[in-house]
């Protein structure tokens, strides 16, 4: 695996849901050059402004990718259980998707996280939720190129390339469908959190992080055919006024849809 400061390849495969996921992270002003991948793990966690035991979650979070810097991604949706300054719709769909009834709600390979012991015991839990999975082999690697932003009409534009690695562990039923989905999110945004429930009492200067600011595509994954062992798309976000796109990444991955998705 090659890493930089700007530039974090991963993959993974799911054993529950085969899904074979690849992430990547990099910087929007810098060209990537000799990209390499590994196997990893996207962690997602749902939270709000609002909820003050979602730091929590951002805790975990941010243990997790500690622990495993070069194999876990973040994604955190600031969804429509309690809006805030952060919301986007896109976050409820993903929730709903996956029948989430509240913040802090986390997913592990779009695996659901039951409870919040995780919380408080994030080395035995990274063991069998992120750690484990990050062990198995990957059978496609995905690259973002072709990226650009345009700082008059704040465009972000790049092309996500996917291709197989090991085509004989591929699945080749007639209903074996596979997606595509890129994001892009925001990092070190100081903005309030609550933080207690006596007195409501709110932290102004919280950092928030790995905040999903736009989905490119569907929501929920564009579907892709990898039966020739390739495919291409390429997405497009607006970055809105008030966001510092010096901090913003863009983040793709590919898996296997199943039922539920």
């Known amino acids: 695996m090659k890493y930089t400061f700007f530039v974090l390849t991963l993959m993974k495969r799911s054993a529950l849901l085969l899904i074979f996921l690849a992430l990547f992270v990099t910087f929007l002003t810098i060209d990537v050059h000799a990209q390499s991948y590994k196997r990893g793990v996207l962690v997602e966690d749902f939270t709000s402004q609002y909820c003050p035991y979602s730091p929590r979650g951002d805790h975990y979070i941010d243990s997790v990718c500690k622990l495993m810097p ?34 802090p709600s986390i997913l592990s390979n779009r695996i659901t996280l039951q409870g919040t012991p995780e919380f408080s015991q994030t080395d035995i839990f990274y063991k069998s939720a992120i750690q484990h999975p990050a062990t198995e ?74 905040v999903v600011r736009a989905v490119g595509g569907k929501i929920m994954g564009d579907n892709i055919s990898l039966e020739h062992g390739s495919a291409i798309l390429h997405y497009t976000f607006a970055v809105k006024g008030g966001w510092n796109p010096a901090n913003i990444k863009i983040k793709a991955f590919v898996g296997f849809k199943s039922p539920r998705i």
Not at 71 to 89: K, S
Not at 162 to 188: C, H, M, N, P, W
């Open 70 to 103: 070069y194999n876990a991604v973040a994604l955190v949706w600031h969804n429509g259980f309690i809006h805030d300054d952060f919301t986007l719709t896109a976050g409820d769909t993903v929730a709903n998707t996956f029948i989430l009834s509240g913040v």
């Open 137 to 210: 082999d990957a059978n496609v690697q995905i690259f973002i190129t072709g990226k650009t932003y345009d700082y008059l009409s704040r465009v972000i534009t790049c092309d996500v390339r996917i291709s197989t690695i090991d085509t004989e562990k591929l699945l080749r039923s007639d209903t074996a469908q596979y997606y595509v989905a890129g994001v892009i999110t925001e990092d070190s945004i100081v903005s309030w959190q609550r933080i207690t429930c006596n007195g409501m009492i709110d932290d102004t200067t919280f950092t928030h992080n790995n």
